[in-house]
């Protein structure tokens, strides 16, 4: 899957001196299920995979970073292999974010402005990588690689808990994207969860993997490959109008790989969305 991109993360990634990986570690309260998966949390698989494949070619600082929104972080780059993952490279660290420096930067949008708590290692990252799983939820309809930097690039629970309580949240999202937004995603839909997201739903395995140097088309691919009408997920739109990337099938974006239209897996929406999300039948 990266081999295209091969070609220019190494011409991106010889000018920087430190790559960081936000994963997603929502709940770390519960024991890792059978089998070695978890489908609430990013795999570490897939990271190790990003990891090896740069390592010919990067040599500097890698971070991995993450604030568990249930549970304790640290426990939960023990339980889900992050621990093991570092103690095989000499340039991996991982930071827990409750453990880092914080910067706060206004996010105004249509009601009012907010005065947010951002991790000063994502904000600051010259090349930020966002590894997550294809997930519905109940605030967003789904989840993938922005939102897991959007929002998870608030530091503490009370805040990131304040802005899913938000009616405005889809526009929230959007207008964050306009302080900080991956530059590489890479979604890691082999094992997905659908019906209740983003930690209680029911794994769902739909075989596939994505990625992209454009967020926002990583986003709406992922979104489009879980079965769901793209339009009717508000914030991708609303991204899209701000102008932050390109959103299929309304762009043009260039499909290196299987036609997507061979790899659609029906996710079970938030019944909420249910109606949003159903694709018009083919005429």
Known sequence: MLIPFKTHLKELLSKINRVVIKINLVITS??????????????????????????????????????????????GFSMYGYNALASHYNNITLVDMADDEIIMKKVSYSREELNLPFNKTIIEAPFLVSIARPKVHFDTAMTAGIKNVAIGAVEGYKFRKG????????????????????????????????????????????????????????????????????????YLNMIRDIGL???????????????????????????????????????
């Open 163 to 234: 802005l899913h309580t938000n009616k405005d949240l889809h526009e929230v999202i959007a207008k964050i994207s306009k302080v900080i937004l991956p530059h590489f995603v890479i979604i890691d839909g082999l094992v997905g969860m659908e019906y209740s997201g983003p930690i209680q739903g029911k794994a769902i395995r739909s075989g596939w993997s994505l990625a992209s140097f454009d967020a926002l088309a990583a986003d709406s691919l992922t979104a489009y490959l879980m079965d769901f009408k793209v339009s009717g997920i508000p």
């Open 245 to 283: 990337g390109k959103m299929y099938t309304k762009d043009n974006i260039n499909i290196i790989g299987e036609d997507p239209d061979n790899l659609i897996t029906h996710f079970k929406p938030y019944h909420k969305f249910a109606k949003d999300l159903k694709k018009p039948l083919p005429s």
């Open 30 to 75: 519960t024991p890792r299920r059978p089998h070695g998966v978890d489908f609430a949390v990013t795999p570490v698989e897939c990271v190790q995979s990003f990891i090896d494949f740069i390592s010919p070619f990067y040599k500097n600082h890698i971070v991995i970073i993450e604030e568990s929104c249930w549970g304790n972080t640290k426990k």
